[in-house]
C-alpha cells in the first residue's frame, strides 16, 4: 500500500524557512517521481516545483523560482521541500505527489499517489 506522510509545515514569519518533508512507503523509491504542489484557501490546488533525477533540471512555479529546492534522500525514502525566503502568498497546505517512473510532470494528473497535506501559514 503506497503511502506519502508530509510533515514539517508551521506557522512562520515572512522572511523566514522551512522545510518540508515527504516520505513514500509502499513504491519503489529509486524509480519514483515526487513533486509538490500547494492549495491555497479559495483556490485551486497548484504545482509548486519538482526535480527530474534523470537529467537534473528543476521545474518550478515562476513564483517560487530562486526561494524553493527540492531535494531526495533515496536512503530515507524522503523528498525535501527547501522553502526560504517564505512570502504570506506562500500560506497554503502544500501536498506531496507520486508516479511510478524519474519523469515527473507538473500537472496534478501525472501523479497517481498523494500525501494528506501539511499547512504552511506565512505572516506578514
Known amino acids: 500500500q503506497v503511502q506519502l506522510v508530509e510533515s514539517g509545515g508551521g506557522l512562520v514569519q515572512a522572511g523566514d524557512s522551512l522545510r518540508l518533508s515527504c516520505v513514500v512507503s509502499?513504491?519503489?523509491?529509486?524509480?519514483?517521481?515526487v513533486a509538490w504542489f500547494r492549495q491555497a484557501p479559495g483556490k485551486e490546488r497548484e504545482f509548486v516545483i519538482t526535480k527530474n533525477y534523470l537529467d537534473s533540471r528543476t521545474y518550478g512555479a515562476d513564483s517560487v523560482k530562486g526561494r524553493f529546492t527540492v531535494s531526495r534522500d533515496n536512503a530515507k525514502n524522503t523528498v525535501y521541500l527547501q522553502m526560504n525566503s517564505l512570502k504570506p502568498e506562500d500560506t497554503a497546505i502544500y501536498y506531496c505527489?507520486?508516479?511510478?517512473?524519474?519523469?515527473?510532470?507538473?500537472?496534478?494528473?501525472?501523479?497517481?499517489?498523494w500525501g494528506q497535506g501539511t499547512q504552511v501559514t506565512v505572516s506578514s
Open positions: 509502499g513504491r519503489t523509491f529509486s524509480n519514483y517521481a
Open positions: 505527489a507520486g508516479k511510478n517512473g524519474l519523469r515527473p510532470g507538473v500537472r496534478s494528473s501525472d501523479y497517481n499517489d
